[in-house]
């Protein structure tokens, strides 16, 4: 097993790497759309008591996923090798339309991975963001 720690992508929120390697598969943990040594989360605008008040899912999802492909690449591994992904939506209802069409985007279609997926409606994350992605690669 090794751990692999991305120089691109948002550090970790807690005591985890970005992703671990066992054998010829690399799981992700959670990545979330925050941008690399900042607390900044893209498009979320938080109300003065630090609650959301409003937030931008479209940009939240793009960022996830650029942020997602950034630890597979500092991995070594290839965008196209992924063949598992877990979302996780605050607001499933409301966002899942949007989150569909930028997913799609990403891992459907010539030239994408098209893995497996599950998208899960929960109450909260550990940060104030909408979405949170995680993924299975397989290596070559």
């Given at each position: ?7 691109r ?6 005591p985890?790497?970005h992703?671990r390697?066992?054998g010829?598969l ?7 759309p ?7 989360i893209p ?14 899912i479209?940009?939240?999802?793009r ?5 997602c492909?950034?630890?597979v ?6 965008w196209e090798?992924v063949?598992d ?19 799609a ?6 030239g ?29």
């Amino acid at each position: 097993m090794s751990e692999v720690i991305s120089n691109r992508a948002p550090e970790p929120v807690g005591p985890y790497p970005h992703a671990r390697r066992v054998g010829n598969l690399l799981f992700l943990s959670g990545v979330g759309p925050r941008v690399r040594g900042s607390k900044e989360i893209p498009g979320v605008t938080l109300a003065a008591d630090g609650t959301v008040a409003a937030y931008d899912i479209e940009l939240q999802c793009r960022n996830c996923f650029a942020n997602c492909r950034a630890v597979v690449e500092d991995a070594g591994a290839r965008w196209e090798d992924v063949v598992d992904v877990t979302v996780y939506l605050t607001d499933i209802r409301r966002d899942f339309a949007a989150y569909n069409r930028i997913y799609a985007e990403h891992f459907a279609g010539p030239g994408n991975p098209n893995p497996a997926r599950t998208t899960l409606g929960i109450s909260a994350l550990p940060t104030p963001i909408a979405v949170e992605v995680k993924a299975v690669v397989a290596l070559k």
